[in-house]
């Protein structure tokens, strides 16, 4: 087990995971089709590499960024 103070990296971890995962099957399925899926898992898992490697440090340094977009469109209950 990981400690508390880890947490918000392996949030972004595993979001840039999952999401650089479902992005890239997506686009794979489109642009292969699904009529061989040998075909289309083998450039799945290579397309997911690649954006997983894209998607790992660009969530890290937006991250920053999103949490003032997300701290300016919104207020606390005591305001």
């Known amino acids: 087990m990981f400690h508390v103070k880890y947490s918000s990296f392996l949030f972004g971890f595993f979001m840039a995971l999952l ?15 699904a009529e061989d899926l040998i075909r289309l ?4 898992f290579i397309a997911w590499g690649i954006s997983f490697a894209v998607a790992l440090p660009v ?3 937006i991250t920053p960024l999103v949490g003032w977009i997300v701290k300016s469109l919104t207020r606390s209950a005591l305001a």
């Open 19 to 33: 999401m650089s995962g479902a992005m890239s099957f997506a686009m794979t399925l489109i642009q292969l089709g």
């Open 41 to 44: 898992l083998s450039n799945w």
């Open 59 to 61: 969530t890290f340094m």
